[in-house]
């Protein structure tokens, strides 16, 4: 089953906007992880925020994490045709696995 | 290139066909990981390997599924008796022993269609 709920499904914005998308999960976690995966490729680990973080930031990438509200969001500024493709949020509940959610597919137009 | 790396790429076999997929994970890496993606959907796990051991199977890998990781290196994920069902990407990804707060890289992932 999966744990993570991505919001919206689908987002389709223009070159040069931001692209924000939302994550809730269920249950307590170690940290959460967002990755990015272009069409039937493999997915790319983007950025890991821990438990006790509310936000970290990677180049573009800025994500927060609000565990009393059970959610996460990934901001991606000034976003280009290249960040086209699907972003999966995935939790560590402190097993041995990642648990993902169903993603969010961004579509960036030039 | 020092990525995970899983072949075939694309399998299309008919029903009732078994398969076997192969992963290379990052060599200093002791955990291995398989994981199936269908369509529109996230990645589910389907069972994790340290070193040569397999410490968890997911409910979803049916007695039709085995997986190796023989010698602690490359893994093998065989699927007997194929069904349509089972037609989805299979992918492969690894770590560090210390599998929390640490990155799990994947690989490109292994296309099956069964016919």
């Known amino acids: 089953s999966q744990q993570g709920e991505e919001d919206p499904q689908a987002l389709s914005i223009q070159e040069g906007e931001n692209a924000t998308m939302n994550c809730s999960y269920k249950t307590s976690i170690n940290n959460l992880q967002w990755y990015r995966q272009n069409s039937g490729r493999g997915l790319v680990h983007l950025i890991l925020i821990r438990s006790n973080e509310r936000e970290k930031h990677s180049g573009r990438l800025r994500v927060t994490l609000d565990t009393s509200k059970k959610s996460s969001s990934l901001l991606i500024t000034a976003s280009r045709a290249a960040d086209t493709a699907s972003y999966f949020c995935a939790t560590d509940k402190g097993g041995n696995k990642l648990v993902f959610g169903a993603g969010t597919i961004l579509r960036v137009k030039s | 290139d020092t990525g995970v790396s899983q072949n075939p790429r694309h399998k299309i076999t008919k029903r009732g066909q078994n398969v076997t997929f192969r992963c290379d994970p990052i060599s200093e890496h002791n955990r291995l990981y398989w994981y199936r993606q269908t369509l529109g959907q996230g990645p589910e796990f389907l069972t994790y390997?340290?070193?040569?051991?397999?410490?968890?199977k997911s409910r979803l890998l049916s007695d039709r599924f085995s997986a190796e990781r023989p010698k602690g290196s490359f893994s093998t994920l065989e699927i007997q008796r194929t069904e349509q069902g089972d037609s989805a990407m299979y992918l492969c990804a690894s770590s560090t022993t210390e599998f929390s707060g640490n990155t799990i890289y994947f690989g490109e992932g292994s296309w099956l269609t069964v016919v």
């Open positions: 390997f340290q070193n040569e051991a397999q410490l968890e």
